[in-house]
């Protein structure tokens, strides 16, 4: 687990949790205060958005398979990129929506990789749904459907993340006004020193 020195590899954070709880609001938040950390920061999309086979309540197993595996597709492919990760979603959660339309079962035997997966993840940061569901055109707004997610989440988390790689915030907390420092510095370090504190160290040593 990265605390406090410099990772020698690119870090991976993901935004995890049921639908419409600020998860896509708190990527992009803490991207920029990764960016502001003097690191660069490559942000992975909410796949389920983009499925051709069909989301929410109505979706088939085959419909979460193409989730899943375009999760990781995405992750593998923006890697490398850049010295952070931040993705809107981790195979955890879409796992949970898996599991909740093939009642519990596996008919793909996606749970072996899904498992090995999670430990690719240096944090998740799960966020607890205490505000309301508000319509965008694309998600459900059927509290059953989310609260039933949420159960799902809260026998899967614990089974599947490492405490120490694992950290809850509420989605309330999630505003303009967040403080992402400690997260930030918790995934990678504090900040680097910007161009013009490096010179101005630089004349002050050379004057001493």
């Not at 205490?130 to 997610?149: K, Y």
């Not at 989605?171 to 990678?188: G, I, K, M, N, P």
Request: aromatic share 8%.
């Amino acid at each position: 687990m990265r605390l406090v020195s410099e990772p020698t590899t690119p870090a991976k954070i993901a935004f995890i949790g049921s639908h419409s709880v600020r998860k896509t609001n708190a990527v992009h938040s803490f991207a920029g205060a990764v960016g502001r950390s003097g690191r660069s920061v490559e942000v992975g999309r909410e796949v389920v958005r983009f499925n051709p086979l069909g989301m929410n309540e109505g979706a088939t197993p085959e419909a979460q398979l193409w989730v899943l595996t375009e999760q990781i597709q995405q992750e593998l492919e923006l890697r490398n990129r850049a010295e952070v990760l931040v993705t809107d979603r981790a195979v955890i959660d879409n796992f949970a929506y898996f599991l909740r339309v093939t009642g519990g079962d596996d008919p793909f035997g996606v749970e072996p990789l899904v498992r090995r997966w999670c430990d690719t993840y240096d944090l998740m940061v799960r966020l607890m749904p205490d505000i309301g569901l508000v319509p965008d055109g694309v998600r459900s707004t059927n509290d059953a459907f989310r609260d039933e997610i949420e159960r799902i989440l809260d026998e899967i988390v614990p089974a599947y993340v490492r405490p120490d790689r694992l950290m809850t915030l509420l989605a309330s907390e999630v505003t303009e006004d967040y403080d992402w420092a400690a997260l930030v510095e918790r995934l990678v370090g504090p900040p680097r020193p910007t161009v013009r504190s490096r010179l101005r160290f630089v004349r002050l040593k050379r004057g001493s």
